[in-house]
């Protein structure tokens, strides 16, 4: 029943109008004063199973955990490719050295921290369960703070 209502809201988000879309997930606020959260997922062009694993629970816990501070626009999730050009800056700006999760906070559209989730490494083949209670607890608490 759960993956059917999931699945339900996966394709009713699908069918959004772009604008709404790039609203709901685009880029944090440049002139808000207000604490903007993104839930960023770093890749390479070249992506094994495992990576789009990580990629596809991270999305699904933030999308379904974290439905309110989306819809206040205070949290977007955003998969990037580090590997096109005009993303090469988040390597240095995120210290990126391979696919990451991160949860970073943003204040007048500047990046002022960010939390690497590296565990989803070992929780990712081991336990989807705690997979998904890692890396909801550790968004949870970030945005909390």
């Given at each position: 029943m759960k993956k059917q209502a999931i699945s339900w809201i996966l394709a009713a988000l699908a069918?959004?109008?772009?604008?709404?879309?790039?609203?709901?997930?685009?880029s944090p606020p440049q002139d808000s004063q207000r604490a903007h959260f993104v839930v960023y997922y770093f890749h390479g062009k070249f992506r094994c199973a495992t990576c789009l694993k990580i990629e596809r629970l991270a999305g699904q816990v933030v999308r379904e955990a974290f439905v309110g501070p989306i819809t206040r626009g205070l949290l977007d999730w955003k998969a990037v490719d580090v590997d096109l050009p005009d993303n090469k800056h988040y390597a240095t700006e995120f210290e990126l050295s391979s696919p990451t999760l991160i949860v970073a906070r943003f204040e007048s559209g500047?990046?002022?921290?960010?939390?690497?989730?590296?565990?989803?490494?070992?929780?990712?083949?081991?336990?989807?369960?705690k997979f998904e209670s890692y890396v909801f607890e550790e968004i949870d608490r970030f945005i909390s703070k």
């Open positions: 069918c959004l109008p772009l604008s709404l879309s790039a609203a709901v997930w685009g500047t990046v002022q921290e960010f939390r690497k989730l590296d565990r989803v490494w070992q929780f990712v083949d081991a336990d989807e369960r």
